[in-house]
């Protein structure tokens, strides 16, 4: 059985830093694309990042593009996610996400493509 558990996040001042970390088990991690997804309260769930599964390809949602970093071991079967520059309206609870289909480009991945998803982890930004 596929399980991903987050961890890392919490409350931070605007400008400042988290990182977060999603530890993955139940098949072989290194094949599937691995992403990061967010929810804000009211809001529907988007997609924030996403690496591709041999970790050369990256892509991120427009507002955070040089503010945060996707990375990935599969070593070590984690994904991470380091946050820098936060803002209030990163507050959101971040997920992390597996691809369905091993072996896939990242270029049209989306939040319907993904197979198994983590519990969630709270990251509050204050002003």
């Known amino acids: 059985q596929v399980q991903l558990v987050e961890s890392g996040g919490g409350l931070v001042q605007a400008g400042g830093s988290l990182r977060l970390s999603c530890a993955a088990s139940?098949?072989?991690?290194?094949?599937?694309?691995m992403a990061w997804f967010r929810q804000a309260p009211g809001k529907e769930r988007e997609f924030v990042a996403a690496?591709?599964?041999?970790?050369?390809?990256?892509k991120y949602l427009d507002s955070v593009k040089g503010r945060f970093t996707i990375s990935r071991d599969n070593a070590k079967n984690m994904v991470y996610l380091q946050m820098d520059s936060l803002k209030p309206e990163d507050t959101a609870i971040y997920y992390c996400?597996?691809?369905?289909?091993?072996?896939?480009?990242?270029?049209?991945?989306?939040?319907?493509?993904?197979?198994?998803w983590g519990q969630g982890t709270q990251v509050t930004v204050s002003s």
């Open positions: 139940g098949r072989t991690f290194g094949i599937y694309a």
């Open positions: 996400a597996t691809d369905r289909t091993p072996f896939q480009t990242i270029a049209t991945l989306s939040t319907t493509r993904m197979g198994y």
């Open positions: 690496v591709s599964w041999g970790g050369s390809s990256t």
